[in-house]
Structure formats: structure tokens, C-alpha cells
């Protein structure tokens, strides 16, 4: 088990529901990511947050909004989804933006209805 | 635009046998190069970050390569066993001013090990 926690683990959510995804790191990270794993394509970064600023945002729909409260937490708030965003949704943290090794949650696995 | 591929796709070897899984990337303007396992449903487990000034690291029976130069890498497992299955992922961190040091992916290859 890595020190990157992320809740749920399965999400099955209607095209009009709003629900959050919730990541929580307990290494003394400052940098966290949310990635996006779809079938057949590799993943893809959404949103890189470095100490508490978001300092990328990876042409992501408006319908992903990103949040981090402080640096060991990091939410991914999803309103009016479609089909295609049905996908594995990854958390990651490190130490420091540039160089440093990322460590991975176990994902969530959502499904859009 | 940085790219990654893996090659092969899927492999599939009995136990016991010595294995190569490549990695190619089309900027050499990199920080730093990382390994993972990911197995089905799972999240990612990092095996190896290699350094883009290093050449290789090693992990017990994992050795992976690094030739910043020609844009690869290379992942070797020796003696593989039917717990390494798993689908295997190659990801680089890009350097210069204007990236945050976000990881491009390849696609992966699957491993299979038969007993």
C-alpha cells in the first residue's frame, strides 16, 4: 500500500449528478497530480497543484474542477459528465514539481451512466 | 510534442525466461525517466526512476537503461516469474522553462509469464 490514499475506489454516477473524488497523500508532498487512464490510450495528465497553486491545467472540460485545500489534499469535483469520461482516475504526489519520482494512489474507478 | 512508445504491446514468455521491454521517447530534453507496474484495475507502482544524468538502476531482478541521446530505454527482468504479469508503463518527466514537470506516458506493454 503507498502513501496516496484516493475515495472512492468505484464511482457510478448519472450524467446530471455532481460528485467529488478525493485524494489524500500522508508523505510531505507538495506537488499532487490527478491523471486520467481511458481504455486503449495512454494516460493523461489533467492537473498538476504545487504547493496549493495550480500550475497546470491540461486543456481539462470545465466539467472537471480541481481542488486543493492544503498540500495533502486534493479533490477532483465532477458535474454534468459524459459517457466518454468513464475512465480510471489516478492521484499522484512528489516531493517537489521537477525531478523528483511520483507515487501513485490506487485510482477510482468511474463509470458515467 | 514529446511522445512515448512502447514496444512491444503485449509479450507473452514462460517462466524462467530473461526479458526486454523498450521504451522510445522523441525529445531527449528530459529530467528524469520512471518505470511502473500497473496491474489490472490497480493503480501504479513505481519501479525504477532513473535520473536523466545516470545511465541505470537496478532493483533486485529489474534493470532499466537509459540513453538520453537516442531518446530509449529499456526495462530488463531476469529470471520472470508468473507474479511479474502486469501491464508495465514507461513515463518521462520533460525539462525547460515552460513544462511543470508533468509525466508523458507510453501505452504500456502487458505482460504475461506462464507457469
Known amino acids: ?113 | 510534442k514529446q511522445e512515448v512508445t512502447q514496444i512491444p504491446a503485449a509479450l507473452s514468455v514462460p517462466e524462467g525466461e530473461n526479458l526486454v521491454l523498450n521504451c522510445s521517447f522523441t525529445d531527449s530534453a528530459i529530467y528524469n525517466l520512471q518505470w511502473f507496474r500497473q496491474d489490472p484495475g490497480k493503480g501504479l507502482t513505481s519501479l525504477l526512476l532513473i535520473q536523466s544524468s545516470q545511465r541505470e538502476q537496478t532493483s533486485g531482478r529489474l534493470n532499466a537503461s537509459l540513453d538520453k541521446s537516442s531518446g530509449r530505454s529499456t526495462l530488463y527482468i531476469a529470471a520472470s516469474q508468473p507474479g511479474d504479469s502486469a501491464t508495465y508503463l514507461c513515463a518521462v518527466k520533460e525539462s525547460g522553462s515552460s513544462n511543470t514537470g508533468k509525466l508523458i506516458f507510453g501505452q504500456g506493454t502487458t505482460l504475461q509469464v506462464k507457469p
Open chain 1, 1 to 113: 500500500e503507498t502513501g496516496v490514499t484516493q475515495t472512492p475506489r468505484h464511482l457510478v454516477m448519472g450524467m446530471t449528478n455532481k460528485k467529488s473524488l478525493k485524494c489524500e497523500q500522508h508523505l510531505g508532498h507538495n506537488a499532487m497530480y490527478w491523471y486520467k487512464q481511458s481504455a486503449k490510450k495512454p494516460l493523461e495528465l489533467m492537473f498538476v497543484y504545487s504547493l496549493e497553486e495550480r500550475v497546470e491545467n491540461n486543456s481539462v472540460p470545465s466539467r472537471f474542477s480541481p481542488e486543493c485545500p492544503n498540500s495533502s489534499h486534493l479533490f477532483l469535483h465532477l458535474h454534468t459528465l459524459q459517457p466518454e469520461d468513464s475512465a480510471l482516475y489516478l492521484c499522484a504526489s512528489s516531493p517537489g514539481q521537477f525531478s523528483y519520482e511520483q507515487y501513485f494512489g490506487p485510482g477510482t474507478r468511474l463509470t458515467v451512466t
